[in-house]
């Protein structure tokens, strides 16, 4: 992979500056991209350069288009598809960068015509790992995911990633956090490879192995190990975290702390699911599926027996909340858990206008998105600017959380 000028973590900030325009011209900078599928993602904002005819988004306020006001990375964060209810997720992680391609434009530009002529442009390599980073794929017994090494012997902090409820294998945070310096298995749980189709149950051996399988690699250190989950992963981290001894950090994003839907079985124990409500779901204004009714409030007592027993974990759990989640109440859900954990064992960083989809900062917000498995488009929720504040403040506070729990990651940061 080599790297060009111009290219970068997707997770990290670049600067852009326009030089050479009159003074106080009015100019649109717009920013756009294809995604592995063909679909065109675009962002624009209008500025007047300054008297020695320069834009500098990072100083300079936009006036209007995709965003307002300063935002150093608004044309990347505020990033929108041309097409409704797309989701920009980076599919091949480690063989090619997104390419966002920056053009300065004479003027108001309001069309989405690409033939309109740029005074400018550049392109901008946009890559989910950092030069050096390892991609393994992983068969070993049950276990099917992709582990992703940093450079250099190690041994590295071992980390389990995992996404939600439409299944699959989603490999790009796994990508960025093996960046920083931890050895991150991208986990499958249904829907990928010989793994069942749909989830019928959460089978924790399942998810044991794959603990084993990561603390057994030569390159990762041990005892402990950390697991970061989103939506129907996040239930399983918490899972994890309550029965498997080797799980020391556990990163909760927007997740429930009850089973819902499928039960939990571990050995001789199971645990049973409430049922989903389906009949309960709401249709937005743009046609998507709000799925939040149909959770049963869990402080209901016919819920008891169906709550994770997040009494017996011995690790440490940060929860993630976007209170503008449109799937579920995560805050709720957090805030239950946390009042059965042991003392000091949990932290709750809460955000106001964020979504159920928080992710590494530069994934623009998507607060609606076909999944696989439902027959409309699914409503996340959020607001494009306090969304795009939660992922850059929880990126960073997940990456220290990491890696205060599990030792320092190997000085050689890339």
């Known amino acids: 992979q080599d790297r060009a ?21 009015l ?47 608004g ?44 005074l400018g442009c550049c392109e901008a390599e946009r890559w989910y790992v950092g030069p050096g980073v390892q991609r393994v794929p992983i ?16 041994p590295f ?9 439409a299944g699959g294998l989603i490999e790009f945070r796994a990508g960025l956090l093996a960046s920083q310096g931890f050895a991150v298995l991208a986990l499958a749980f249904f829907a990928y490879d010989d793994l069942p189709r749909v989830l019928a149950q959460l089978d924790l051996e399942y998810f044991e192995e794959a603990a084993e399988l990561l603390l057994q690699h030569p390159k990762v250190r041990g005892p402990g190990l950390g697991v970061v989950g989103v939506s ?13 001894p080797q799980v020391v950090a556990t990163v909760w994003i927007n997740g429930t702390t009850f089973l819902y839907g499928n039960p939990l079985v571990y050995k001789e124990l199971r645990i049973p699911a409430i049922p989903y409500y389906t009949e309960r779901i709401l249709f937005t ?34 929860f993630v909340v976007g209170e503008a989640d449109r799937s579920f109440n995560s805050k709720l859900f957090a805030e239950l858990a946390l009042a059965r954990m042991p003392p000091e064992s949990g932290r709750i960083l809460s955000y ?29 929720g959020g607001e494009p600017q306090p969304h795009a504040r939660a992922q850059e403040h929880s990126w960073q506070e997940i990456l220290q959380f990491l890696e205060l729990h599990l030792g320092s990651v190997a000085t050689s940061k890339l």
């Open 5 to 25: 000028e111009g290219s970068s973590l997707a997770d990290r900030p670049v600067q852009i500056r326009v030089r050479g325009l009159s003074p106080s011209q």
């Open 27 to 73: 100019v649109t900078l717009r920013a756009w991209l294809k995604d592995e599928q063909g679909e065109r993602f675009q962002s624009r904002a209008f500025f007047r350069a300054d008297g020695a005819g320069e834009v500098d988004p990072g100083l300079h306020a936009a006036l209007g288009g995709s965003y307002s006001g300063v935002w150093p990375m």
């Open 75 to 118: 044309l990347f964060w505020f990033l929108q598809p041309d097409t409704l209810f797309r989701r920009l997720v980076k599919r091949d992680v480690a063989g090619s960068p997104f390419r966002v391609r920056l053009e300065v434009l004479d003027g108001l530009c309001l069309g989405t015509d690409p033939r309109e002529q740029p």
């Open 139 to 154: 068969r070993e017994g049950r276990v099917r995911g992709a582990l992703f090494l940093p450079p250099g012997p190690g």
């Open 157 to 165: 902090p071992g980390v389990i990633d995992m996404f939600g409820g």
């Open 232 to 244: 129907k992963g996040a239930e399983v981290a918490l899972a994890m975290a309550t029965f498997l």
């Open 285 to 318: 204004e743009v046609g998507a599926i709000d799925n939040s009714a149909i959770f049963t409030d869990p402080r209901d007592p016919a819920c008891r027996a169906s709550a994770i027993p997040v009494e017996k974990i011995r690790g440490k759990v940060l």
């Open 352 to 380: 106001p206008g964020a979504g159920h989809l928080i992710e590494p900062p530069g994934s623009p917000l998507c607060s609606n998105s076909s999944i696989r498995g439902t027959p409309r488009p699914v409503a996340w």
